[in-house]
């Protein structure tokens, strides 16, 4: 399990991609000056809870991977209405980016890494954690919304 790759690398290729197929494939555009600038907001957004939720894991000592056998349940913070917040500062940041360039073709991307968390990385991460909290975590979880 050592060698799989873990979400952050598919978000940093999704934001290449979104890059580049902007410049390469611009198809047609959906948002245009100044409304682009609004992409701004979740960028920010993405990228604070990505690091607030970062920190929080790991003041808790407990892991970040998703193949990995977390050590504490994390419930505060950012992790009091989404039991993702990662992911879904991640995606934040990716449908920023797609705001701030306008095309189409920059769209796909967000959806796409949307699809592979939910069906790759949510699904183990869970399963690993209720292994490791039990009722505990099916509390937090009938408690907390999945994504926001």
């Not at 890494?113 to 009722?135: C, D, M």
Request: charged letters at 20%; zero cysteines; hydrophobic letters at 45%.
């Amino acid at each position: 399990m050592k060698n799989r790759i873990l979400p952050p690398t598919y978000f940093m290729v999704f934001l290449l991609l979104s890059i580049g197929f902007h410049f390469i494939f611009p198809i047609r555009r959906l948002i245009f000056n100044p409304y682009t600038y609004l992409g701004i907001i979740p960028i920010v957004l993405g990228i604070i809870l990505n690091i607030w939720s970062d920190q929080l894991l790991k003041k808790r000592k407990t892991t970040v991977k998703p193949f990995e056998k977390p050590t504490s349940l994390e419930t505060s913070g950012p992790f009091k209405i989404s039991r993702h917040p990662m992911y879904f500062g991640m995606i934040l940041v990716l449908l920023g980016v797609s705001i701030a360039f306008g095309s189409l073709i920059t769209f796909i991307f967000p959806v796409i890494f949307t699809i592979i968390t939910e069906r790759v990385f949510i699904p183990i991460e869970e399963e690993n954690l209720e292994k490791a909290f039990g009722k505990k975590y099916f509390d937090y979880k009938s408690k907390v919304r999945k994504w926001l």
